[in-house]
């Protein structure tokens, strides 16, 4: 096999390998995919002021979150079912990452997660109709070690994901929730034509009324600092400080969810100003190298998370690829703030941007 240089690399050779359902499960957006291709284009439109006749020639990547010492400022995003990709699922995943935010629906039990992990692991929650299974989660994270909890708030229903729909997907056989009680999931593996189990599942399972109360009572559950995911503006974002959030993750869920939602990284100066340093903002969606990270540091990002990139990785190569698209993204970090003239994370600020 030919060196894979960029993570559009490893994402042709992933598609190359996956079954055309898996890879339209993972590679799909909701609706007419507007939002999906916003947050690339979105990044695509920020050009960088470079600076010159500086110092550069010691550059450091290493960041600090919640506590934490980090070597870059990449984790990877909670994306579920691991194993759709990979027999190792997670476990090979967190072995690779800095920092990994497992997902509810994470294909490998939790503890299996933290006994391979080389970083800090946070859980993601989905609001569940059964709230036991919420607060059974928050004791597993605890009990494991997990370092926080993200809550994603953006999901009262899975999008209408028209390629799942196409393709009446559901997921096989073999490959469970494995941190989820077996008949919470059930009808994950029914596929019926025309409609995508996981919508259904969604319909069934999720609690649409989630709201701050929800999150204050979660938050007053758990010693973990909370952060909340899906926030898109400033409202959202001052909500949810103001009901125990510890951060937010500026977030449309990949494109996934309500189409025609702003690009993340479009949303993402908005959110930071309203947070304003009270706690930390993360990014995900559309981040492809190493100089949209840069980017998004740049409007006001603690660090980013990767999803379908980590999981293009771990689809060609298992724990190696995932290391390697890591690798490459942190490479590229690097050279950005080299060639821009901002040797530490510290050195970014909207100055870097054309168009701040
Ligand atoms: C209740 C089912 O976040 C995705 C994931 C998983 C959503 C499944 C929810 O596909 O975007």
Redesign the pocket.
């Known amino acids: 096999m030919d060196a894979l240089l960029t993570v559009a690399e490893y994402e042709a050779a992933a598609r190359d390998r996956l079954p055309a359902g898996i890879w339209d499960y993972i590679a799909g957006g909701s609706g007419q995919e507007r939002t999906l291709a916003a947050n690339l284009d979105a990044f695509a439109r920020l050009a960088l002021r470079p600076r010159c006749l500086v110092d550069v020639s010691r550059p450091d990547l290493s960041t600090e979150l919640l506590g934490v010492r980090l070597r870059t400022p990449v984790g990877v995003a909670p994306v579920?079912y691991h194993r759709l990709v990979h027999p190792e699922g997670e476990v090979a995943t967190a072995r690779a990452a800095g920092f990994l935010v497992v997902?509810a629906?994470a294909s490998r039990t939790l503890e299996e997660i933290a006994a391979a992990a080389a970083g800090p692991l946070w859980l993601q929650l989905?609001w569940f109709r059964r709230r036991e299974v919420v607060a059974g989660l928050v004791r597993r994270a605890e009990a494991a070690g997990y370092r926080a909890l993200v809550l994603t708030v953006d999901?009262p229903r899975?999008g209408r994901r028209l390629r799942e729909a196409r393709r009446g997907f559901a997921i096989p056989a073999g490959i469970v929730a494995a941190n989820v009680d077996a008949a919470v999931m059930a009808r994950t593996h029914e596929a019926v034509d025309g409609e995508s189990a996981?919508v259904r599942?969604?319909r069934e399972?999720?609690d649409p009324s989630l709201g701050p109360a929800d999150l204050a009572w979660l938050c007053a559950q758990t010693d973990l600092p909370v952060l909340v995911k899906g926030v898109l503006t400033a409202e959202d974002a001052e909500l949810a400080l103001a009901h125990g959030a510890a951060g937010v993750v500026v977030s449309n869920?990949g494109g996934?969810q309500l189409d025609g939602a702003v690009a993340s990284v479009d949303a993402l100066a908005e959110v930071a100003a309203a947070v304003a340093g009270r706690g930390p903002v993360l990014l995900d969606g559309g981040v492809r190298t190493g100089t949209d990270v840069l980017r998004a540091l740049a409007l006001g990002a603690s660090a980013v998370l990767v999803g379908r990139p980590a999981l293009w990785g771990l689809a060609v190569d298992g724990e190696p690829g995932a290391r390697a698209v890591l690798d490459v993204i942190a490479a590229e970090l690097e050279d950005a703030m080299v060639l821009s003239g901002r040797p530490r994370l510290s050195d970014v600020d909207p100055s870097l941007l054309a168009r701040p």
Do not use: C, G, K, N
Request: charged share 10%; hydrophobic share 40%.
């Open positions: 579920a997902s629906f989905y999901t899975v996981l599942h969604s399972q999720l869920h996934r």
